[in-house]
């Protein structure tokens, strides 16, 4: 820590928030405690993923209380990975850093974050420490996903990693011209590369209320994931309709063996052994085409070109003591 070359003046924090009205004020109030104390300017994105509840009010509040604060309201929800999106898109910052509004990635960290910018990392990922309160199925659902992506990818992506991130302006800018429409931000900032470096934590409890992640979002990123980042599971099909090719050829010589011999009188046939080995062959059959297909699926999602959000309305960056003094001189 004695080579301190590189200083950063503008920090933006980009805050997705899905009905998490009763959070927000307490959520601010942590990361105001935490970042009053450093002497960056702070921009403070909060990302309005289409909540149903008085998340809009509370926002307003907020805002109202805190001149720092920048409001962009989706038209619905429209996902988690879709709101840091336009979060990122916005962001003009020296740093970008990326994290929920639940308590669950500790504000506190942000001041180890930047002073890890410092020393040339032009991305700090955090990595979350199980804790032990975590459920088995949880626990479980995690370490083999990892294994999975991890196994079958060409990108490594680090297990147990949150969306809990810092990002330099060069990594945010490379991360906006990849606009693909179905996002897994953590696969795609390790496909990146750049100077990386790790930072654990201890993940708390949330603040209040329940996960807004459902079982059906989890799958639809895991899903994401999977799909997005490798071709394996085609390969994986097509070698198994390649063993079974084979294995059909040898049967026929076989046959052909008998009746070359004389002997294809030994050729009763078998029901039981013949549907099995029709509903192996129709299931794998059918496994390789639904996988041609959800990548088909993926690849429709992606031409339409369709944005990854709407906006329904978004409040303006208000200028600071500094910028207002340069624009109005007597004001
Ligand atoms: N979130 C969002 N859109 C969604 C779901 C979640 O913007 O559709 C936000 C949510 O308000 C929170 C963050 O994403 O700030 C992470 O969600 P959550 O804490 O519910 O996920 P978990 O920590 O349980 O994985
Ligand atoms: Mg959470």
């Known amino acids: 820590m004695t080579d301190l070359h590189f200083t950063f003046s503008t920090v933006d924090i980009i805050i997705p928030v899905y009905n998490e009205e009763e959070m927000l004020p307490l959520f601010h109030g942590m990361l105001c405690e935490t970042v009053d104390a450093l002497p960056h300017s702070f921009t403070f994105y909060y990302i309005n993923d289409g909540s149903t509840d008085g998340t809009a009010a509370a926002l307003e509040r907020l805002r109202a209380g805190d001149t720092r604060v920048v409001i962009v309201e989706f038209s619905r929800n ?21 994290m929920d509004c639940d308590g669950q990635h500790p504000p506190a960290l942000i001041a180890e974050m930047i002073s ?57 800018l490379a991360l906006r011209s990849m606009r693909e429409y179905n996002r897994f931000l953590r696969g795609m900032v390790a496909w990146m590369g750049f100077r990386t470096v790790i930072l654990p934590y201890q993940q708390p409890p949330r603040l209040a209320g329940t996960s807004k992640y459902s079982t059906r979002k989890m799958f639809r990123l895991a899903a994401n994931a999977v799909f997005s980042f490798s071709l394996v599971p085609l390969y994986i099909s097509m070698s198994l309709g390649g063993i079974f090719l084979i294995l059909a050829l040898a049967q026929a010589l076989w046959v052909f063996s008998l009746w070359l011999r004389g002997a294809s009188d030994q050729l009763v046939p ?46 303006e960056k208000k200028p600071t003591a500094d910028e207002k003094t340069i624009a109005d001189p007597n004001g």
């Open 78 to 98: 429209f996902g988690h990975q879709a709101a840091l999106t336009a979060g990122l898109d916005r962001a003009e910052g020296d740093l970008v850093i990326t």
């Open 116 to 172: 890890l910018a410092r020393l040339g990392y032009d991305i700090v990922i955090t990595q979350r420490q199980e804790p032990e309160s975590l459920s088995f199925l949880k626990r479980l659902s995690s370490a083999l996903f990892y294994r999975l992506i991890n196994w079958i990818g060409d990108t490594h992506i680090l297990p147990g990693g949150a969306d809990f991130r810092l990002m330099n302006r060069t990594v945010v």
């Open 270 to 315: 078998g029901w039981s052994s013949m549907m099995f080995i029709l509903l192996i062959v129709g299931g794998i059959l059918m496994i390789s085409v639904g996988l041609v297909g959800v990548y088909t699926g993926y690849i429709f999602q992606e031409i339409k070109h369709r944005p990854v959000y709407l906006v329904r309305r978004e409040t």
